[in-house]
């Protein structure tokens, strides 16, 4: 069975940092591209990043470009997401999602979708 | 791109027949994919590549359309359908959202 499982949120203040982990199995970890996405309290979802699956190549929306940094390691069956200069405008629930196409051991980052998401985790940005 | 969704919100009975629209702000071939997400939960892929139906969702799902305009329809409303919707495009990254459809009970 898949699952994904986000951890590390929490509040922190403006201009702070933080890192979001996303543990991941029932799958073959490596063979797949991941993707962030968040969505703030009562607003709809806002697709973050996303990385290939042997984390060669990684996207961002232009909200977080140069603030977050996606990476992984396979070896460890996890995704994370660093923030820094964190703005109010971040609190949102986090969610990890993989995506669908099997991409083996290539470098792939498809026009894909998301199947199996996790139940995220929040991070809330206030003073 | 730009993804514009139609309406906003509607409301509908069981067994009605219902149509939702997204619009791209510029072609995205056939990319485009459709989630349902209820209160307090993940959202779930219903629809891949324009019409794609993944797999275990319900044949009364259905999705149409390529280059900006694309639909979805859900052929006969279950209770258990009442939900907010999203199209998200996938042709480049980002892979941006529609703002949601959230489908209520008339």
């Known amino acids: 069975e898949v699952q994904l499982l986000e951890s590390g949120g929490g509040l922190v203040q403006p201009g702070g940092s933080l890192r979001l982990s996303c543990a991941a199995s029932g799958f073959t970890f490596s063979s797949y591209a991941m993707t962030w996405v968040r969505q703030a309290p009562g607003q709809g979802l806002d697709w973050v990043s996303g990385?290939?699956?042997?984390?060669?190549?990684?996207y961002y929306s232009d909200s977080v470009k140069g603030r977050f940094t996606i990476s992984r390691d396979n070896s460890k069956n996890t995704l994370y997401l660093q923030m820094s200069s964190l703005r109010v405008e971040d609190t949102a629930l986090y969610y990890c999602a993989r995506d669908r196409v099997y991409c083996g051991r290539g470098n792939c980052f498809l026009r894909d979708a998301s199947d199996f998401w996790g139940q995220g985790t929040m991070v809330t940005v206030s003073s | 791109i730009q993804m514009t969704q139609s309406p906003s919100s509607l409301s509908a009975s069981v067994g009605d027949r219902v149509t939702i629209t997204c619009r791209a702000s510029?072609?995205?071939?056939?990319?485009l994919n459709w989630y349902q997400q209820k209160p307090g939960k993940a959202p779930k892929v219903l629809i891949y590549?324009?019409?794609s139906l993944q797999d275990g969702v319900p044949s009364r799902f259905s999705g149409s359309g390529s280059g900006t305009d694309f639909t979805l329809t859900i052929s006969s409303l279950q209770p258990e359908d009442f939900a907010t919707y999203y199209c998200q495009q996938s042709y480049s990254n980002p892979r941006t959202f529609g703002q949601g459809t959230k489908v209520e009970i008339k």
């Open positions: 510029q072609s995205i071939s056939s990319y």
């Open positions: 990385i290939s699956g042997i984390g060669g190549g990684t």
């Open positions: 590549d324009a019409s």
